[in-house]
């Protein structure tokens, strides 16, 4: 069974010695091991560094194309090289590379299909108090899209076996970590969870410049991946409270020309705001029936194109298959 550990980095020349000098040199049940380097438009040594301390499988950007990106660049690199297992770590060292036979093992066993390491982020200590609650908060949110119970669905420190990467597409641009837990929990994934503690802070995050962009971005991540898999009942709920509203208007008017019914052409304007909410709501429920048929489309392209990847990069390993 071969492991690709794959490395993002952006100008990473002063941590990136740490990390690949705690890389494991064996792991049970994993026959090769092989570090990839994807450089994603660094402007330091990254590369020369990379290149001196052994590594031999590097995916170049001319420019920073962003993390999604070197995500899913970094797998098809892998996938075209054999990879049974890829790991995701990072190059500014915050996760702890001697937890990644931990962190394959169920994998290894045939009893997950990706297994999340857990920072277990209320014990990080340079984490504040806010930051802290919109980490729980948003593992919540997308524990609700995808069907899922996970604790850090914001961790990057990840194993993917080969036949869930076959299944997997990342189509945003931001970051892979919502989407693909959202993906896989409605494709059915075996999803785990490892906990791990956090090596010290090295630098500031390169993702986002803000808190507020985060969480914008991570939010516009999860509410896109939701609809895709769950259209109609986005769109049926939108709908049903805009008919739940239209039906206040339709009330105060009846009532007023009830009582005031000499009055009646006074308050027509209830009756405005009800007709355009009842508009809404039947243009919602119509979105809702065009964005499920969509999504039935999306899902019979989405098989073809595994059986392409399939053809294209073998075919999962023998654990995976008969799991």
Known sequence: MKLFIQIPCLN?????????????????GIDEIHILVIDDGSTDKTIEVATSL????????????????SFRDGVNYALEHGADIVVNTDGDNQYPQERIPDLVAPIVAGEADIVIGDRQTATIAHFSWFKKILQKLGSQVVNVAA???????????RAYSKASLLRLNVV?????????????????LKIASVPIDTNPKTRESRLFSSMGQHVMKSAEAILRSYIMFKPFGF??????LMLVGAMIPFVRYLILIWFFSENAGQHLQSLILGVALL???LLALALGVLADLQR?????IEESLERLKGMQYGP?????VER
């Open 12 to 28: 990473e020349e002063t941590t990136l010695p740490a990390v690949l000098a705690t890389m494991p040199k064996e792991i049970p």
């Open 54 to 69: 052994g590594v031999t499988h590097f995916v170049h950007h001319v420019r920073n194309m962003g993390l999604a990106r």
């Open 147 to 157: 069907s899922t119970d996970l604790p850090d669905a914001a961790s990057g420190f």
């Open 172 to 188: 945003t641009q931001f970051s892979y970590c919502m989407e693909t837990i959202i993906q896989a929990g409605n494709k059915r």
């Open 235 to 240: 769109f049926a709920a939108i709908g049903s």
């Open 279 to 281: 508009v809404g709501a």
């Open 296 to 300: 039935t489309n999306r899902i019979l």
């Open 316 to 320: 999962a390993t023998r654990v995976d």
